[in-house]
């Protein structure tokens, strides 16, 4: 897989498309390398440490469930949404039937339920047109409980650098690297309060994950929170659920009104 480091991100207009592409295509090819990582494995446990007792959940990015599936047999409530409905889902919502509902479609434009107690992204954010991150962290901020706690991975240079860098796929896809000093300037500006950082090696000697517990701030800023989706699509998305029946139906559901909110900085 081949990935060149980029000094300016390309347009947003159809990065959705091409994410959404990217991410069936690995899929669809088995090269989800990510599902069998260990080190992935990280994340969700610092969000088990910090939740309530059956607390609700919002899993963003959710892929074959392997985190979902943590949370659930924890006895939490987990809304999982991902852009790709993996054919593990079926059995996961059948097997937690009424405590789980997997949603396929864009965490920016897909309807959310909450308020959540936490909000897990494992390896998602870094993912998104530079553009959107901010947009995106303060739509979890405002579907998560004042003091709810997200803990999100992010990649990090493994090298030292002080500046995270911006990588594309032949495809296309962007990787984001974030400094521990990106990262929480990142959130703050999105509603939400870094609380401690852990750096987790992986084999990879370009980047390691930066895995970042946050609390959302008592007050979110919410001129971002109910932003259009990126790149300027209109107010409309694919958004189906899965509840360990079948898939709802619905696949091409209004999503919520969106606002168009002032331009990210
Ligand atoms: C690196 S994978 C990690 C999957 C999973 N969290 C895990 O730990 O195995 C990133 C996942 O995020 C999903 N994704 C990327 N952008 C998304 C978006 N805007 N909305 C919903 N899911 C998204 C991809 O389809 C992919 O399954």
């Known amino acids: 897989m081949s990935h060149t480091c980029i000094t300016e991100a390309p347009e947003a207009v159809g990065y959705d498309e091409l994410l959404d592409r990217s991410f069936r ?8 390398i990510w599902s069998d990582e260990p080190a992935m494995e990280v994340c969700v446990q610092r969000l088990l440490a910090r939740l309530p007792q059956r607390g609700a959940v919002l899993d963003v990015g959710a892929g074959r469930g ?75 901020a405002a579907h998560a409980k004042p003091g709810a706690t997200l803990v999100v991975s992010f990649f990090t240079p493994a090298d030292g650098r002080s500046q995270g860098g911006l990588w594309q796929q032949h495809d296309g896809r962007l990787t984001q690297e974030f400094t ?43 001129s971002l929170a109910l932003a259009t989706p990126r790149g300027g699509r209109p107010p409309t998305a694919r958004q189906s659920r899965f509840r ?22």
Request: a neutral charge.
């Open 25 to 32: 295509r690995s899929y669809d090819e088995g090269r989800d």
């Open 66 to 140: 392997r985190d979902a599936v943590a949370l659930l047999g924890a006895g939490h409530r987990v809304d999982a949404v991902d852009l790709v409905a993996t054919d593990d889902w079926a059995a996961i919502a059948k097997r937690w039937h009424g405590q789980t509902a997997f949603i396929e479609g864009d965490v920016l434009a897909v309807r959310l339920a909450g308020p959540y107690d936490g909000i897990l992204d494992n390896g998602c954010l870094h993912h998104q047109h530079p553009s959107a991150c901010k947009r995106y962290l303060a739509k979890l």
């Open 180 to 222: 521990e000093a990106q990262a929480r300037a990142l959130l703050h500006g999105a509603g939400w309060q870094a609380l401690d950082c852990l750096a987790v090696p992986r084999a990879s000697a370009r980047y390691h994950y930066l895995v970042v517990t946050a609390e959302r701030e008592m007050k979110p800023p919410s």
């Open 244 to 265: 360990g029946g079948k898939f709802d139906g619905s696949s091409a559901l209004h999503a919520s009104r969106v606002v168009r909110s002032a331009k990210d900085t």
